[in-house]
T-cell receptor, first 113, second 112 residues
Framework: DAGVTQSPTHLIKTRGQQVTLRCSPK?????VSWYQQALGQGPQFIFQ???????QRGNFPDRFSGHQFPNYSSELNVNALLLGDSALYLC????????????FGNGTRLTVT | GNSVTQMEGPVTLSEEAFLTINCTYT??????LFWYVQYPGEGLQLLLK?????DKGSNKGFEATYRKETTSFHLEKGSVQVSDSAVYFC???????????FGAGTRLFVKA
């Protein structure tokens, strides 16, 4: 039973560039959430996708956008990267309308220089 | 607003010691409560959960009881092992939306 998979595992970008992170949910799950985890902090909610729609968004600027595909996989896009965007980006999947509990991937470590 | 506060770490224990990691929450309504664990280089894994007052979640020797009167969900284990060394996150769900709110995490070191 495949768990949540994320790619790439590590990424280094320059300030001002754009990045796309990818996530495949756990088999049978239909909901994908994205979280940002700064070093030494708890995950912060970016947004959640269900039925290809963003159904809730956290306190992140419009530079952060996403998409969910018909096969439930998802992408996170970040434009105009800032140094402060350096973090571990976690994808989590879940089943159904409650959206919990979450099953996490191992994350993408983004470094912005 | 809704939030989770957990004890600051790091917590350092010897093998077979008793573990308590405190967690309190602020929430409207009837939230669900979780403990997640993060091992080095990995994402978070659900450790245990409780969905209503007085429920006790348990897994792998860890336990936590949903206390609505004290708004707490403290994590306990009677005898820790070196393999329990990780970061533990208390989390809150069903707070009126779909997101799960996480505490800042508590790092646990267990010495042999």
């Amino acid at each position: 039973d495949a768990g949540v998979t994320q790619s790439p595992t590590h990424l280094i970008k320059t300030r001002g560039q754009q990045v796309t992170l990818r996530c495949s949910p756990k088999s049978g799950h239909d909901t994908v959430s994205w979280y940002q985890q700064a070093l030494g902090q708890g995950p912060q909610f970016i947004f959640q996708y269900y039925e290809e729609e963003e159904r809730q968004r956290g306190n992140f600027p419009d530079r952060f956008s996403g998409h969910q595909f018909p096969n439930y996989s998802s992408e996170l896009n970040v434009n105009a990267l800032l140094l402060g965007d350096s973090a571990l980006y976690l994808c989590a999947s879940s089943l159904g309308t409650l959206g919990e509990p979450l099953h996490f991937g191992n994350g993408t470590r983004l470094t912005v220089t | 607003g809704n939030s989770v506060t957990q004890m600051e770490g790091p917590v350092t224990l010897s093998e077979e010691a008793f573990l308590t990691i405190n967690c309190t929450y602020t929430a409207t309504g009837y939230p669900s409560l979780f403990w997640y664990v993060q091992y080095p280089g990995e994402g978070l894994q659900l450790l245990l959960k409780a969905t209503k007052a007085d429920d006790k979640g348990s897994n792998k020797g860890f336990e936590a009881t949903y206390r609505k009167e004290t708004t707490s969900f403290h994590l306990e284990k009677g005898s820790v092992q070196v393999s329990d060394s990780a970061v533990y996150f208390c989390a809150l769900g069903r707070t009126g939306g779909f997101k799960t709110i996480f505490g800042a995490g508590t790092r646990l070191f267990v010495k042999a």
